[in-house]
């Protein structure tokens, strides 16, 4: 089966044709660091890396490329808070961001760049831009002019007229309609700022991703991706202003994941169900949580509550027996050999066919992890009761797991040995707030205090 992808250029599956054969150029937007990341950072960190993991188990050569906005309103806004540079503030959450990351098992991309990085490149695209007639400049500030574009909102779906009639444009500001978005910001007092042909300023949010995707990856990617919040106004402006200038597709597949509920209403700071990764981890195990994420599909929305965790916790207890199993065999000194014939053991010696057409479906984990599940039980049938005594049904047993555990892997999970992962149940997890993000003053949240152990209730 070919694989398929959901382009949201379109709102439709697609076979999946990258540019260079065998090659896949992919740029995922990256977090703010101004603060903890939050569940929603992980769900979508999740996804595209279960995505990354997949195209190169399917034998493509994937160049990942995520980015870190490491300047911004709420970097500089936390930095003044706490009397500190943003580079501080950036460091700290970079760091952060990896801590927590790292525990859920996340590749590292083969690329990583900075805002700050990369002014140059942002500089000579907004001068293009300014050339070419997409852009304007007043008073310091540079605007893309979203009029002079065209195709604006093929993306979205939007129509700018019913984006005219619902804006409103601030006496002060200078654009030249209300659509248009800056691309460069003529700096305030205190602020960081950087040299430019219309004085000190710094890079408007949107420009940073067009100049640091096309310099890794060069003007047209194979898949660009993020949560679906950055669908408007993000991505649509990202392409205003790169295919404005370059006249070619930014992307040929755009790909977003669906948001994170909780207890089945959005997940919001004012409602008081907001929580961080950090938080969630201090409570439940990395895996159990990246299994959650994985039982759905990355572009539906995932309901994130006790009860959706407990399952979540349930299902991952059952492949960890497995684990154990296996893990036992192979304490005994069996070697595999082969799964034995018939008809009743072909959902495990398929699983790997049917795993994969599931993912080839738009990387339908849901339906895979089913079909994992399927091999399990059929698994479960070969399990001696002694490996030392029964070691031809160890070693079937052992060929079975062989064929799965490459799956499970593909899907970032069984990581840890079956007794570390059982272990957790008799440790309490140490208080993980010992990052470097607080080291400096940073606001506390009660989970991150020093003695508060949320992780002596059941870890899940």
């Known amino acids: 089966m070919a694989l398929t992808v959901f382009n949201t250029m379109g709102n439709r599956k697609e076979p999946f044709i990258p540019g260079t054969p065998g090659k896949v150029k992919m740029y995922v937007c990256g977090v703010t660091v101004y603060d903890l990341c939050h569940i929603g950072h992980a769900r979508a960190n999740v996804a595209f890396d279960i995505i990354v993991r997949y195209l190169r188990h399917r034998g493509y050569d994937v160049t990942f490329v995520r980015n870190f906005t490491d300047i911004d309103d709420k970097i500089i806004k936390r930095a003044n808070q706490e009397g500190v540079g943003t580079e501080e503030i950036a460091e700290r959450y970079i760091a952060a961001f990896y801590r927590d990351f790292d525990r859920m098992g996340l590749l590292r991309p083969d690329v990583e760049p900075r805002a700050t990085e990369h002014i140059s490149e942002i500089l000579d695209l907004v001068v293009r831009l300014i050339a070419a007639g997409r852009a304007y400049e007043t008073g310091g500030d540079v605007y893309y002019s979203v009029k002079g574009f065209a195709g604006y909102g093929k993306l979205s779906g939007k129509n700018t007229e019913d984006l005219l009639s619902g804006a409103r444009v601030d006496v002060l500001e200078r654009k030249h309609d209300p659509l248009d978005f800056a691309l460069w910001k003529s700096s305030k007092p205190g602020e960081p700022s950087w040299d430019s042909p219309w004085g000190p300023g710094r890079p408007g949010w949107h420009i940073e991703c067009s100049a640091m995707a096309m310099k890794h990856l060069g003007k047209t990617l194979d898949i660009h991706g993020g949560g679906k919040d950055l669908v408007f106004p993000h991505h649509e402006n990202e392409i205003a202003q790169s295919e404005g200038l370059t006249g070619l597709p930014l992307a040929r597949y755009w790909m977003h994941n669906g948001f994170v509920n909780v207890d089945n209403e959005k997940m919001s700071k004012s409602l008081g169900n907001f929580f961080t990764l950090r938080d969630v981890l201090a409570r439940v195990k990395p895996d159990v949580l990246r299994f959650f994420f994985a039982s759905s599909h990355y572009r539906s929305p995932i309901d994130y509550s006790d009860r959706s965790l407990s399952d979540a916790r349930a299902g991952l207890?059952?492949?960890?027996?497995?684990?154990?199993?296996?893990?036992?065999c192979e304490a005994a000194g069996v070697r595999a050999t082969v799964v034995p014939d018939g008809a009743d053991f072909s959902p495990l010696r398929e699983s790997p066919a049917r795993f994969a057409e599931e993912m080839d479906d738009d990387f339908n984990t849901a339906a895979a992890l089913g079909h994992l599940f399927d091999a399990?039980?059929?698994?479960?049938?070969?399990?001696?009761?002694?490996?030392?005594?029964?070691?031809?049904?160890?070693?079937?047993?052992?060929?079975?797991?062989?064929?799965?555990?490459?799956?499970?892997?593909?899907?970032?999970?069984?990581?840890?040995?079956?007794?570390?992962?059982?272990?957790?149940?008799?440790?309490h997890i140490r208080n993980i707030s010992d990052n470097v993000a607080l080291q400096s003053g940073a606001e506390v949240t009660p989970c991150d205090q020093a003695g508060d152990r949320p992780g002596e209730a059941e870890i899940l």
């Open 376 to 427: 399990v039980r059929v698994l479960n049938r070969l399990a001696p009761g002694d490996p030392a005594s029964e070691r031809e049904k160890a070693a079937q047993f052992l060929a079975g797991y062989a064929i799965i555990e490459p799956l499970f892997g593909v899907l970032g999970l069984l990581r840890a040995s079956a007794k570390e992962y059982f272990q957790l149940d008799q440790v």
């Open 317 to 328: 207890d059952r492949l960890y027996r497995v684990k154990a199993k296996a893990e036992g």
